[in-house]
């Protein structure tokens, strides 16, 4: 049974048990966030022992070099000691210049924009404050030529990076951000693009449409953003401002459960993201004018509309998610 060594305490490992379970199951309090290989939030780091394989899918190579890997995909074979990640290789400082309310729960967070720090609107980055003792991910919504990083963040009644983001950090203060990661961007095909998504699922949708734009994207661009009530269509005015200003924007704001907004419509977001695919031209045999669809926010409803995309004929390569979990 191999032994883990964190912070000078020892820990056993059950022979196949996931690192990030046998830790969490003696009361370590380690970063995690998707269990899956792809946020990497539970990014760690082996000082001793090695480090199997498969921990260190999708790392990039100067990390690999080091010996980082993934705590949710590491079934350690050996005695292993690891750390936290050690900031200067994985993190960019940021500092918080602007926090604002944008509706009862969600608030928008503006850093400034770290050296060296290129991204595309619609990925996301791993957020932890300058003790390491969270990470979380969150999607860039700015656009690489503001002066800025933006994001929209849900506050959960007990969510520990939510909260502390919204209670604890004031302007002024800084935080770490990793190197941007995830494959929701625009790509600049001949092709429709249809975006959907509930809640801060808007967070890199808005992102996307906006790049798509300024790349004078000559094609369709549909983009749904679901919410239970009215309230929850934080960016309405600046959403429809935008669609009146370019001809090929669609905005539809999808309501659940009380009235929508004059333009927009009731229901569930699946089922206008069923008829919205019913309407674009040749989503079925004509392969090369299929849409690019982007799918992000609440995990369930992004599974139920691929679902949907799949069954409607649509390719799997042309359908990017992020699940916030
Ligand atoms: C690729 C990716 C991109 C993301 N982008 C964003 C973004 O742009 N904006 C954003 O607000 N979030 C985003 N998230 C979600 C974010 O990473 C956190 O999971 C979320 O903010 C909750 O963290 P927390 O520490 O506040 O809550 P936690 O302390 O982790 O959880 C508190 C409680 O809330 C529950 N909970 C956790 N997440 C959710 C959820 N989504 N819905 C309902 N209950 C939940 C937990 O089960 C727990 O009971 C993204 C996630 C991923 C994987």
């Excluded at 539970?42 to 999708?58: E, F, H, I, R, S």
Aim: hydrophobic letters at 40%; a negative charge; charged letters at 20%.
């Amino acid at each position: 049974m191999p032994t883990i060594t964190f912070e000078n305490q020892s820990y056993p490992c059950e022979a196949g048990e996931l690192l990030l379970d046998a830790l969490t199951r003696q009361g370590v309090n380690l970063p995690f966030g998707c269990r899956a290989g792809g946020c990497q939030a539970c990014m760690l780091k082996a000082t001793d022992g090695d480090v199997p394989a498969l921990a260190q899918t999708n790392i990039e190579e100067k990390l690999r070099r080091k010996h980082y890997f993934l705590a949710c995909l590491c079934r350690p074979e050996s005695d292993m000691t690891i750390a936290l990640p050690d900031p200067a290789d994985r993190y960019h400082s940021a500092i918080v210049f602007e926090k604002v309310a944008l509706n009862a729960q969600i608030i928008r967070l503006r850093c400034s924009l770290p050296e060296e720090f290129s991204y595309r609107p619609g990925q996301f980055v791993n957020l932890t404050p300058p003790d390491l003792s969270i990470t979380r991910s969150y999607s860039l919504a700015s656009l690489p030529e503001e002066p800025f990083v933006e994001f929209h963040i849900r506050l959960l009644p007990d969510g520990r990076m939510s909260r502390w983001l919204a209670e604890s950090v004031n302007n002024g203060d800084f935080i770490f951000l990793s190197d941007p990661l995830g494959h929701c961007y625009y790509r600049n095909q001949p092709r429709p693009l249809l975006l959907a998504g509930t809640g801060t699922g808007l967070a890199p949708l808005y992102g996307i449409t906006r790049d798509a734009l300024g790349q004078q994207h000559p094609h369709a661009i549909t983009l749904l953003h679901g919410a239970l009530d009215q309230q929850g269509l934080y960016h309405h005015d600046a959403l429809q401002t935008l669609a009146d200003a370019h001809s090929n924007l669609h905005y539809l704001p999808v309501v659940l459960h009380d009235g929508a907004p004059a333009n927009g419509a009731q229901g569930s977001i699946q089922d206008q993201f069923a008829h919205q695919l019913e309407t674009l031209p040749s989503t079925d045999c004509d392969a090369e004018r299929q849409p690019l669809i982007f799918l992000c926010g609440d995990t369930a409803t992004v599974a139920a509309m691929r679902e949907t995309a799949l069954a409607a004929g649509i390719a799997d390569s042309l359908i990017y998610t992020d699940s916030f979990g």
